[in-house]
């Protein structure tokens, strides 16, 4: 039974040089694209950064309270590359991040969060050039200042168990091996298609989860366009421009929109 990070895995074996993630933020004007190789790349120094210095491995749980983001899709990879389980956060006062082993937040997020009594937090910038977190003077560590340090492939300590946990998000539970199997799934319940350009927004990948803006796609053989604060009349125009075959949340004139009959 495979794990999530098997899914990335794949999606190199079949073209590691194409792009895979293409992220827009109309806010900040950033455009940042990702080959396989670049996004494998992110995610071996991110599983090596919490393997070495939080000693994350199988029966670990990190909280991600993170938006969807091309950096955010390189932390939930690397969580599971190390065995360990995602706690999936949108509440800042949840009063389950007692009970995790580190936190990874937006540098937004971190004021909030140091109120409280936790263990290790780090923070990020999602700085488009992968920089670190200007301004800050907080007890967080900063992601971008320590990953890069780290080494560009990984071998877990231990095994990575498909059964166990995988990922916890409000009432939802899934094993390591289950998060693969339920992408697979989900998959092909969309209609998600090897070759297609998936194009979703900040606001339907965050109702939808991981399991259907990163792993569906990548278990498909998809790669995926994410655009945040876009302005509704620009995603047309976005979706030609990146050559877009498919949306997920999103109903587009002319192009197929995924779970819709056609």
């Known amino acids: 039974m495979p794990h999530p990070a098997a899914l990335l895995e794949a999606a190199l074996r079949r073209d590691a040089a194409s792009p895979l993630i293409t992220f827009y933020d109309d806010v900040s004007g950033e455009r940042t694209e990702l080959s396989g190789t670049t996004l494998a790349n992110w995610v071996a120094k991110t599983a090596n950064l919490l393997q070495d210095e939080f000693d994350v491995g199988p029966g670990s749980t990190v ?14 990879l690397g969580v599971w590359s190390c065995g360990a389980a995602v706690l999936d ?8 991040l007692a009970a995790v082993d580190v936190v990874l937040a937006a540098q937004d997020r971190l004021p909030a969060l140091e109120e409280q009594d936790l263990p290790d937090l780090m923070g990020l910038s999602l700085h488009p050039l992968g920089m670190g977190m200007a301004g800050y003077a907080g007890p967080a560590r900063d992601f971008a200042l320590e990953v890069r340090v780290h080494g560009d492939t990984f071998t877990p300590w231990q095994p990575v168990d498909p059964a ?6 409000g009432a939802l539970e899934l094993p390591l091996g289950g998060l693969a199997s339920a992408a ?6 969309l209609g998600i298609e090897a070759g297609d350009r998936v194009l979703v927004d900040e606001r339907a990948a965050t109702e939808a989860g991981p399991v259907a803006w990163l792993l569906a796609p990548l278990a498909a053989g998809a790669s995926i366009v994410l655009s945040r604060a876009t302005q509704p009349e620009a995603l047309l125009r976005r979706a030609s421009a990146e050559r877009v075959t ?16 056609t």
Do not use: F, I, M, S
């Open 164 to 169: 166990g946990p995988g990922l916890r998000a």
């Open 246 to 261: 498919a949306t997920l949340g999103l109903t587009l004139d002319g192009v197929r929109e995924l779970g819709r009959p």
């Open 184 to 189: 697979t799934e989900l998959a092909g319940r």
């Open 63 to 76: 909280a991600v309270a993170l938006p969807v983001h091309w950096q955010t899709a390189a932390v939930l």
């Open 89 to 96: 956060t949108a509440a800042e006062d949840d009063g389950r």
